[in-house]
């Protein structure tokens, strides 16, 4: 079973960056399923904010586009989320999982805080 875990988070000033980090204990999930940042804000549902492809297609929540990039290191069986210009509006509990998400993938994530 593959697991994904989450690390990077932490507080940011508004306008700042964070490049949060997926790591898979097995990278061939990589080669079986596009995978995905999502973020979950307190009272509201998770949602996607970005995807890769296998083939390297890459798609962003309007929400973010142009301000976060996904990226993913086959040799270290990890995936990125580089966020820059952040907002409040960013605060969340971030995860990693493939797209469409699968239950048994879902980790601890990695909390954000944009905050002054």
């Known amino acids: 079973q593959v697991q994904l875990v989450e690390s990077g988070g932490g507080l940011v000033q508004p306008g700042g960056s964070l490049r949060l980090s997926c790591a898979a204990s097995s990278g061939s999930i990589f080669s079986i399923y596009a995978m995905g940042w999502y973020r979950q804000a307190p009272g509201k549902q998770r949602e996607l904010v970005a995807s890769?492809?296998?083939?390297?297609?890459?798609n962003y929540a309007d929400s973010v586009k142009g301000r976060f990039t996904i990226s993913r290191d086959n040799a270290k069986n990890t995936v990125y989320l580089q966020m820059n210009s952040l907002k409040p509006e960013d605060t969340a509990v971030y995860y990693c999982?493939?797209?469409?998400?699968?239950?048994?993938?879902w980790g601890q994530g990695t909390q954000v805080t944009v905050s002054s």
């Open positions: 890769l492809t296998y083939g390297g297609f890459t």
């Open positions: 999982n493939t797209v469409p998400w699968r239950t048994e993938f």
